[in-house]
């Protein structure tokens, strides 16, 4: 028998949901945790626990020069200027001491590197160890432990309670399925300081999806786990809550039709091909875009070509950047050639033109031209021709939704007029606003910390 | 003493509306069109009155091969493939019915030309006589009045009245002023048939727009009269309707920062310089874009720039198109200039470096050279340079929001689970997914008039 009262509820037990969970707790705060699935973490757990910090130690360390400033710039570029201007200086102002957080306080473990992901204009990408988000979620739920809170599997916030137009609590469904949307039985929770929505994006809900971008029917494959619902979002819209820029869902061009969901093939092409290697239309054997452009970019790129592309590096690339690629090859995703020729013969590419962009791309690394691109390499750019070879195949799938509930900087859910719904928080992928029209790589994960922990604190002071 | 009782109440009286209040009246329903303003026509009376027609008898007079696939084509490559494939089917099917409807049954003249907007691959834009909404609203309203239909003036469509889920009334507020937001007093009016929502965009509401558009702040002025506001829409979205790509806000690079609203500077900017003539960077004296590229593309071009630039063009165009721009000439938004040199004066702009650009735009003219930046002129285009010149300052405004109500192609509101909403229709500019990223100029009269009408049908047959 579950308790029917609590300081606050959570809903959600991503990045931002357990961040948010922990600074109620640690406030003192009766928190309830409440997560549909059998297991936390949703979609985080599966993410490749990159985080996007600027001003760490560990870029001092790596000579990294950064500053909040630039992050924000960056930011406000890929987003195409819709960013919402406060949610984004707070995400990057904050960005250091959310990873000093998590380093500190939550123990996580991060590889003692940082990374260039496009879009980004420095290495800003700080990667938890294993490359997986659950080195990420696995502590964060240890700290929960020790504070006493226990998470309410296969429970979901089914529907929000309003009194004087003040979120107070929710119905509860136990023992909820997402595949049928339905539990065994409902229950009444009450949550005297509020109610903090944190269940994550709808890139699997295909017809919320595809009324906003009709592109994205059921023949768009997506990185998400199947559970990716709007559901909490139109329940927040029922009570009057205001939508962002839903139409904004991101593609993730790295992504391989050779294998479902995020699958093994993006830790190639992320984080080496795009940075080391190129994309080439298989069937001219030539490059077409700045393989380090964002997100938004390289996948209208690809889905514009009208077929898969190829993402092509080589053997120094792989062994300098370390990456195990070890599940990708076995699958098949990734191949290995050990001459050109053999990889022209598999995807029938023609090999003199794929010489040629090859030799081209090679001037650039020796910096004897620039390129028409616009690709900038990175300090420690290789000349790209050490066999064996390695290629993928490239098909953009939905990743991220950049669009979602209207918050304030305190995480403070507003309605249609721009007002503060009493009792309602959200944070993380749930919401819309801070990444724009396109979402860097890596900066999830700091939005849903910084968020996340500010709705946690937002709701203990209580004056919402 | 109003009538509290009808079958069909029509909010809006713009060419939504009252083409719905038409076909609903001619259809024998009783039918109440509310009207917040005092006088009818919305939005709808300030617009230059321009429809885009695919397969007119106009078209064919004109030498003008069209299509209803072409004109489909060219909406879905304007909205980036974000249009609701079957609404803009529906649209392009019927445009040339509905242009029929308006000149044979309500009696609109038309001019006897088709214009080439921007965006658009032939000419397709037949424009009312006297370039103004005016002409197409006023006999709508005389047809109106012949069904013995009276719109209620000053009458605001405060509340929708919901009856085991379905519309069944409004609340409405008399003396309505925007102003306040308030009426002076409140009736509820019953619609056996249903609601239907004609109130158009919110491209002066500030608040609303820039929650979905951060940039477009109170800085960036509008086109629209200033009570085009979200209010409808808010109340749609209360009961549950679904919203589509409210952050897709089109701002109209023709207009001039030297007026306010919509003024008199775009007849010659969209109608003349931007066919004709060039847009220049005044501190370059270079062109930067495609001037016959769509709104989106050159208003964020011009965005870009920082600052207002130059549209210019030369009293041979001017002759020729023929329009009357006298009152842009004498409110000094558009200004003459006897020769190059006064031009260059007036603006700052270097002569060299503009001259070489006249001369290099010639050059296209004259077949000699292709387009940098993508333009193909019209078969009628003619060399720049024959004194007087004539130029106006650009800087864009807020002119049409693509975002709305989720509709299906028989403009019934759908909710946020893709369902209908029994007993609410909605048409025009407040419904979402048309236009897509980017409305075509003269897209928004043919898509109010096909769905208005369809609204004012289907609501008729009761089967929703």
Known sequence: ???????????????AGLSAAIEAAEGGASVVVLEKMKAAGGNSVISDGGMAVAGSELQKKHGVEDSPELFYQDMMTAGLGLNH????????DQSAEAYRWLVEDIKVDFMDRVDLFGGHSVPRSHGAVKVTGASIINPMKKKLESLGVSIRYGHNLKRLILKDGRVTGAVVSQDYSYKTGEGSSEYELQASQGVILAGGGYGADVPFRSAQDPRLDESIGTTNKPFAKADLIKEALRIGAAPVQLSHIQLGPWASPDESGFGDGPLFADYTGFIYG?????????RFINE????????DAILGKGKPCLCISDSAAVNYTGWDIGKALRKGVVKTFHTLEALCA????PQDPLQASIDDFNQLVQGKKKDGYGRILPRDAMNLGTAPYYAMRLWPKVHFTMGGLHIDKEARVLDLNGQVIPGLFAAGEITGGVHGASRLGSCAVTSCVVFGRTAGKQALNGTN
Chains 1, 2 share one sequence.
Do not use: H, W
């Open 1 to 15: 028998m579950n308790s029917n009262n609590c300081d606050i509820i959570i809903a959600g037990s991503g990045f």
């Open 85 to 92: 201007p406060a949610l984004v200086k707070k995400l990057t």
């Open 278 to 286: 190129i994309i080439v239309d298989p069937e001219s054997g030539e």
């Open 292 to 299: 380090q452009a964002d997100r938004k970019v390289v996948s």
């Open 346 to 349: 598999e995807y029938g590419v």
